[in-house]
């Protein structure tokens, strides 16, 4: 059965920095796409960012030149390295992966909070 396990979420001031990381287990295969998605209160769940295997990366526009994704396909892991938070980035961090067979799974999410 995969898992997904984030880490490292939390509270973080308005300008500072968090990283997260999730771990995928049991499977051997290695997944195509994997990434970060988020959903904020009474919104619908968003693409942050994702990276395949062969490193092409995609992010939303509000991400772009403050997060960075990347992944360690020998340790079947994805991180999101975020710097300058807004406010606005508030919202349950879900990690994601989709892979052979056309199959997709989530983790359980991690909450992070920028606030002062």
């Known amino acids: 059965q995969v898992q997904l396990v984030e880490s490292g979420g939390g509270l973080v001031q308005p300008g500072g920095s968090l990283s997260l990381s999730c771990a995928v287990s049991g499977s051997r295969s290695t997944f195509y796409i994997m990434g970060w998605y988020r959903q904020a209160p009474g919104k619908q769940r968003d693409m942050v960012a994702t990276?395949?295997?062969?490193?092409?990366?995609n992010y939303t526009d509000s991400a772009k030149g403050r997060f960075t994704i990347s992944r360690d396909n020998s340790k079947n892991m994805v991180y999101l390295q975020m710097n300058g938070l807004k406010p606005e980035d508030t919202a349950v961090y879900y990690c994601?992966?989709?892979?052979?067979?056309?199959?997709?799974?989530w983790g359980q999410g991690t909450q992070i909070t920028v606030s002062s």
């Open positions: 990276i395949t295997t062969g490193g092409f990366t």
């Open positions: 994601y992966v989709f892979g052979p067979a056309a199959r997709q799974y």
